[in-house]
């Protein structure tokens, strides 16, 4: 079996720990950072960074498995013809978690007043209580459902919202243009956590971003363009969002100039909410090949006509 590990940057990261999950898999493989014979690779390990942009040469691929979570800069290569899969990695989502609940509670417990204070002021004003502070959480997929969960173990009121309608124990969910007004009408925080796709572009404009209640918190580790920058900054400006807490932008890094970074009520992340952690997606990406070899249905398998 050869593998192509064409994610050049990141090859030191996996050079022992790949072939360790292999071994572990009992799985007998070459992995290689590039080669001469592309039509004797049979899986393709990716990142949208990557060189390789064109898979016609590679046509006894069996499958191209992406190391990122998003796939926007992926779906749309006409040349990948092959099974794509995108990572769903532990590590990647107790990233993620991690980093909702951090915000949230920075918001919600109104931290910033008491972390700096030049004033010393004595305000004994108690925060109210988790459940008392609703949130909608925006894609429940495999990251915002484990972050609605962490969410919901400290007594938030989560309501979940996706695009197909969804049954899930002990989560109340909504769906669709009417679900996403009844969810961010009663928000006190909102969460995004939604793939770049042509739906989701400015989900978060002047008209939704008005359904919620005056003074909601945003928090955006999903992608960028969801939200319309402007009306955003509209928005901040008249005290309907409190504050956003952002992750990712429309350009990384985010430009000097973006009038995001002296925005007093805007904090920017440099799109560290998560980071695939190679250690245990290494043994996801090994599931993938060992799967494919046995013609078992693959995980993570993304819907190019959805675009994700
Ligand atoms: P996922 O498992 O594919 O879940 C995506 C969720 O979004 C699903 O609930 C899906 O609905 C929903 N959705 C998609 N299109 C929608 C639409 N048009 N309207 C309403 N809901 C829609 O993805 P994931 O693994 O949780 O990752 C989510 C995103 O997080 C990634 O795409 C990436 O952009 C971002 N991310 C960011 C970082 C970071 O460091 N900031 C790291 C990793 C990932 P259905 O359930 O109905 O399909």
Not at 75 to 101: H, K, S
Not at 199 to 208: I, K, P
Not at 210 to 224: D, E, Q, S
Not at 251 to 277: G, Y
Request: charged share 15%; glycine share 6%.
């Amino acid at each position: 079996m050869l593998i192509l590990f064409a994610a050049p940057a990141l090859w030191p990261d996996y050079r022992t720990i790949l072939p360790q999950a292999l071994a572990e898999a009992g799985i007998t493989a070459q992995i290689v950072t590039e080669t001469a014979t592309p039509a004797a690779v049979d899986y393709i390990i990716y990142a949208p960074s990557a060189p390789l942009q064109d898979f016609t040469p590679y046509t006894a691929c069996k499958a191209v498995l992406s190391l990122w979570a998003g796939v926007e800069r992926i779906v749309g290569n006409a040349t990948l013809t092959q099974p794509l899969t995108r990572m769903v990695d532990p590590g990647l989502t107790e990233g993620m978690v991690e980093w909702v609940v951090g915000h949230a509670l920075r918001h919600h417990l109104g931290m910033d007043r008491h972390i700096v204070n030049p004033a010393h002021i004595w305000d004994p004003t108690c925060p109210p209580l988790a459940r008392q502070r609703p949130v909608a959480m925006l894609g429940v997929g495999a990251l915002g459902l484990a972050a609605a969960r962490a969410l919901q173990a400290l007594n938030f009121p989560v309501t979940g919202w996706s695009r197909t309608p969804k049954t899930i124990q002990g989560l109340p969910c909504l769906s669709g243009p009417e679900g996403l007004r009844e969810a961010l009408s009663t928000a006190a925080i909102v969460v995004t956590l939604l793939p770049r796709t042509p739906e989701t572009e400015n989900l978060l404009n002047a008209q939704t971003l008005g359904y919620l209640p005056k003074g909601a918190f945003l928090l955006n580790p999903g992608r960028g363009p969801l939200i319309d920058d402007q009306a955003l900054l509209a928005a901040l400006d008249s005290g309907q969002v409190a504050h956003a807490t952002l992750d990712v932008f429309r350009v990384e890094p985010l430009p000097k100039d973006h009038p995001f970074w002296s925005h007093p009520q805007v904090t920017v992340t440099p799109h560290i909410a998560a980071d695939t952690r190679p250690h245990s997606a290494a043994r996801v990406l090994v599931e993938n090949i060992r799967r494919a070899q046995t013609r078992e249905p693959l995980l993570h398998l993304v819907d190019r006509s959805l675009g994700y």
